[in-house]
């Protein structure tokens, strides 16, 4: 059979794809930018190398997304790399969102590596509100990056008030009269998210007092001296919160286990009483059950006055235990 050829397109209609645009938000008033890309790409990364003199280690840390917190101090910008937790509805779990920053004196840069609402938010604001894009641009690029790191701390207390209305039902539900099992595996969970948020921030407490040295000539106003100083205040909230939430959370562990320790000996009490009980019991059958001739063999008051003993050898032992509080 002959082979069927598919006809060839001339070379005039064969078309490259066309390349992607980069996803780049900008706001600009008074001399200063603000760009806002979310999630780069290699198009985002090239328009930064096009756009930007910047020094090619920092946008390979921009790529590679697993950069601890850190301040890069140049003589015409900073380069920072922040963390803050971001809630996963899908796995329900919490992890760091790493914030890529340049910031120069006529520039702002925000590079979150997953969509940020807080960020996302002010940039709409800004965008939406002239009046208050001119009265933040006019103070330069410090104070528009304090805003934004402002917006990003306060977007981290609504997740440690949810973790403490966990640990409040926690609490809740340990006491009740029966349990449900499932209370050890939100105890896991709740501690799980505490490491997590420990994990994001512990690194970047002490990046923040170097920013606040390494960044004078652009965060020069002593009114955004104060601004920041506020911001450490924050992160040393965040972080006595956690400490307490961390005492808290295992405070709760070992209470539970004292708690089920102790339901199983309450258990192990009433079993053991319960044998010891019905001991007499089994002593008197067996002892009659032997295959030899024993007294009052084959006469039925005998298995009444038996049966009559051996009742009142169980209340008396019932009495006992009930007088020493083991029932």
């Given at each position: 059979?002959?082979?069927?050829r ?20 900008v706001?600009?008033?008074?001399g ?33 997304r697993r ?71 006019v ?13 990003l ?33 939100q105890?896991?969970?709740?501690k ?8 994001i ?24 001296d ?5 911001l ?19 405070a709760?562990?070992t ?33 009659f ?13 005998a ?18 235990f009930?007088w020493?509080?083991?029932?």
């Amino acid at each position: 059979m002959p082979r069927i050829r598919r006809p060839r397109l001339p070379a005039a209609s064969v078309t490259a794809p066309a390349a992607l645009e980069p996803r780049v938000s900008v706001l600009e008033q008074s001399g200063l930018r603000w760009i806002q890309i979310e999630s780069p790409g290699p198009a985002e990364i090239a328009w930064l190398e096009e756009e930007f003199s910047f020094h090619e280690l920092d946008l390979e840390d921009v790529r590679s997304r697993r950069q601890r917190p850190k301040v890069d101090d140049y003589q015409d910008y900073l380069f920072l790399v922040l963390h803050f937790p971001w809630y996963d509805k899908a796995s329900g779990r919490l992890f760091p969102a790493e914030v890529n920053v340049f910031i120069g004196r006529d520039f702002l840069i925000t590079i979150p590596n997953v969509p940020l609402k807080p960020v996302r938010n002010v940039f709409r604001r800004l965008e939406a509100n002239e009046e208050e894009r001119a009265e933040w641009f006019v103070k330069g690029s410090g104070f528009l990056f304090y805003e934004v790191l402002d917006s990003l701390y306060g977007y981290c207390f609504p997740i440690l008030d949810q973790i403490g209305r966990k640990l409040e039902e926690i609490e809740d539900r340990m006491f009740e009269r029966d349990p449900d099992e499932s209370i050890v595996r939100q105890i896991s969970n709740v501690k799980q998210e505490i490491i997590s948020y420990r994990k994001i921030t512990k690194p970047q407490r002490p990046v923040l007092r170097q920013l606040e040295r390494a960044g004078e000539r652009f965060l020069a106003s002593e009114d955004l001296d104060i601004y920041y100083d506020d911001l450490i205040d924050s992160a040393e909230r965040i972080w006595d919160l956690l400490e307490n939430y961390k005492e808290v959370v295992e405070a709760l562990e070992t209470t539970n286990e004292t708690a089920i320790s102790h339901r199983q000996n309450r258990v192990l009490r009433v079993l053991t009483v319960l044998t010891v009980v019905f001991l007499p019991v089994t002593f008197m059958t067996n002892l009659f059950g032997m295959n030899v001739p024993v007294p009052f063999d084959h006469t039925v008051g005998a298995f009444f006055a038996i049966a009559g003993v051996l009742v009142a050898a169980v209340l008396v032992l019932l009495g006992v235990f009930r007088w020493f509080r083991w029932l």
